[in-house]
Structures are given as C-alpha cells and as structure tokens.
C-alpha cells in the first residue's frame, strides 16, 4: 500500500488530469460548419489548452482569440492566444475584451461561434460599463476578494458591472450560432457563474448586484454605486431572443474529478466517501466540521470504518483579517490541522486544481499527525498563523506544500482526507 502523502498527491493528480481539455474538449466538439465561418473566442485559466484541443481535433488552424491567466498559454496554429491578471484584471485583459467583442461583430446566421470557458475568465475578461474605469473595476475585484463573499455573490456583482459578461457577449454575437462548451469551477455548476456567464443569459437583477455591495459593506466608488441604481447595467436575461441559438455543454466538472481520485483510493484498498463536490463557507470553519466527521470515523466507526477515504468539492472562502497570503485551500488545512489536535492515522491534501491557491503559484499543501509537531519545533505558532491567514507561510516553512505549476485546466478545489 501506497504511503499516505504518495496515495493523496495521486488522488490529486488524477483529479486534475481528469479535467485536461485534451481529454474533456473532442467529445463535444461540433462538425465544421459546412457554410459560414467558425469564430472561437474564450476566456479562463484552461482556455488556450482548450483552443490548441480544438484546432488538434479539426486538424487544422482556426480563427480567433482567447485570453488566458499569466503563465497558462499554450501555442495554437491560427487562434491568438493573449495573456492577463488574474484575480485582479490588468490592461491586457481590457484590451482582449474589446477586441473580442469587435471580433463577434457582423456575423451571420450562418457563422458559428465556439465559446471556450473556464474559471479565472471573470478577471481575465474586463469590460467596464461605460462611465466606470478599469481602476474602478480592480478596487471592486479587491473588496470581493478579501470580503468572504461567495463565488455566486462575486459574479453576481462583476456581471452588472460589466460590458461584456451576463450575458452580452454571446448578444453580440448574434444572430450567429453560439456553441459554449465549459469547464466548471462553481459549486453547482451553474454556467451563470463561469467566469460570470459572459455567453449565457443571467436572471440575477441590478437589485441582487446593490444588495450584495449593501450587506458586505463594500467601500465602492460612487460610479459603481450610480451604474448599480441604473437599468444600464442590466444583464442579458435568459429569454432574450439574441440568445435563442445559444447551447451549452459541460465538459468538465468538479465530480468528474472526484470520481477519478475515487477509483485512485479504492484500488489501493480505501473505502471512499464522497462528501460533496459544493461545499462552500468560511475555510476554517468547513476544516472544523470536516474534522468533527473525521473523529467521528476515528472514535465510533461513524458514519464510516477505517481505513477510509473523505472527498469534497467546491470553493470555501477566506475572510482576510490579517497580513498573510491568504489561499483558502492552506486556510482550510491549517484550521483542520489545528482542529484534529495531531490525531494519529490522519492525512490530507487540499489543493486548487488550476495550482494556484489565491494569488499564490502553490496549489496547496499537505498535513499528517506530526505537523503541529513539526511547527513546534521550528518555532512556528498554528493558531498564530491561521489568525494571520498565513496558511502558505506556515506549510512553506513546513516543507509541505503541493506545487504543480499551471495545470491548464480549473475544477475548483480538491479536499483529500486519508483515515488509516
């Protein structure tokens, strides 16, 4: 049997090669258009492997232009390939925007558009509504990001504050046939919130979008506040007719990637329990029931026997209230190891699969029942470091963290733990 650090960085790696667009993208791929042109465009983190999949299986260049995080561009033949900030969006970004939007203009019925989409094309993809800057547009993306606003109330806010998501890109492109295929990287795997639905239709309001500012007490500029009391920035709504020849497949989920770490455990002798592949809330807060479970398992065999395996999904978030790195991944493993007081037999991973925890290049890390031990030792405070939200200075100084580098793809978060 495999040792458990070994087996719980294969369950990962298995998760996200499940999720590689060269394997998820084919299947789904249209024939190509007996008339008219085929236009790709596409944003996120797994766009450009997801463009250089497409162009593999037609055999062939194709025209277009996708726009992909800083450090996950591949090469394509014909479609341009652009890179942008991610989670906070830069100038190129805005530029791509705009010269997607004038790249869908005047198409035909006869012209088909094929929309790429991936987590990370919310900031990838900028454009401000008129009378609102891109500066003004970073310093919200900065607010939701340190607020503890979930993924769905986050886009909800970046969708009415745009010119080219909820909807409107997939309006410009109109009376065209648009294809969208997507990799999801939300709880739900709702397409309204991949990279904030630029290509499909959003039945969030205006309202939604003020009342979410109003409860977080989001300091915004005055623009912001004026664009979200105006029925400008409305979105696209789902039976609005320029979306009639709009369709929509997954391609990727974040089950899908549980399942693949599944068969992973259980041939190496694990029972394996899938807990959910949405669970969402404050990080250490999730750790705190995720251990509650996992002694559970260790003192009464409930509601699972030893040796087993606990999965989940989604995306919990990460209140920042001190001056760490953050990553909600690292925060998670912190609170869980702080939680499980080094209980012996007990391992786990928790890693972003688009291998970047926040804004940090580390996926994530792992722990066992000698990490408190190992902190000690190395002068290192856990309850120090949680409360500062420095989850990757502490596993850094640990040694212990998951570094994969870009993966080109993006199913959100994967939590491992590992009961021997």
């Known amino acids: 049997m495999a040792a458990p650090e070994a087996l719980l960085r294969s369950m990962f790696d298995a998760a996200v090669a499940a999720a590689q667009p060269d394997l998820c993208v084919p299947p789904v791929l249209p024939a190509m258009p007996a008339q008219g042109r085929l236009v790709v465009i596409g944003a996120g983190k797994a766009s450009a492997a997801m463009a250089q999949a497409a162009e593999r299986h037609y055999g062939q260049p194709l025209e277009g232009l996708v726009v992909t995080r800083y450090g996950h561009a591949v090469p394509c033949e014909g479609i341009e390939i652009v890179e942008a900030a991610h989670p906070v ?18 198409l ?7 929309c790429l989409i991936s987590g990370g094309g919310s900031a990838l993809l900028p454009s401000p509504l008129d009378g609102i800057t891109l500066a003004e547009k970073q310093a919200v993306n900065r607010e939701l990001l340190k607020c503890g606003a979930t993924i769905d109330e986050m886009n909800c806010l970046r969708r009415h504050l745009s010119a080219i998501k909820g909807g409107r890109l997939a309006a410009a492109c109109a009376p065209a046939r648009v294809i969208n295929l997507l990799i999801s990287d939300v709880p739900g795997d709702d397409p309204v919130n991949i990279a904030s639905g630029p290509t499909v239709g959003d039945p969030t309001t205006r309202g939604d979008a003020l009342e979410i500012v ?17 029925d400008r920035c409305e979105s696209v709504k789902p039976d ?49 029931v995720m251990s509650g479970i996992t002694q559970q398992v260790l003192q009464h065999a409930q509601p699972f026997r030893r040796p087993c395996v606990l999965l989940s999904g989604g995306e919990t978030t990460v209140t920042v209230r001190g001056d760490g790195r953050g990553g909600r991944n690292v925060e998670f493993l ?10 012996p037999g007990v391992y786990a ?72």
């Open 89 to 106: 969006p830069d100038e190129p970004g805005l530029d791509a925007a705009r010269r997607m939007l004038s790249l869908v203009q005047g």
């Open 108 to 114: 035909t019925e006869e012209d088909t558009v094929l």
């Open 214 to 230: 109003n409860r977080y007490r989001l300091e915004v500029p005055d623009t912001v506040r004026e664009a979200l009391a105006s």
């Open 240 to 288: 609005d007719p320029r979306l009639a020849r709009v369709e929509t497949h997954l391609v990727a989920t974040p089950q899908q990637s549980l399942l693949a770490a599944e068969k992973v455990a259980r041939d190496s002798g694990y029972a394996v329990r899938i807990l959910g592949d949405s669970i969402e809330g404050e990080a250490r807060e999730v750790a705190i």
């Open 334 to 343: 912190l609170s869980l190891a702080v939680a499980l007081g080094g209980a």
């Open 349 to 420: 991973l928790a890693g972003d699969t688009d291998g970047v925890d926040g804004a940090t290049e580390v996926a994530g890390a792992v722990i066992g029942p000698e990490t408190l031990a190992k902190a000690r030792k190395a002068g290192i405070s856990p309850r120090a470091s949680l409360e500062s939200n420095d989850g990757h200075g502490f596993f850094e100084a640990l040694g212990d963290q998951v570094i994969t580098g870009p993966t080109l793809t993006n199913v959100n978060d994967f939590r491992a733990i590992l009961v021997d």
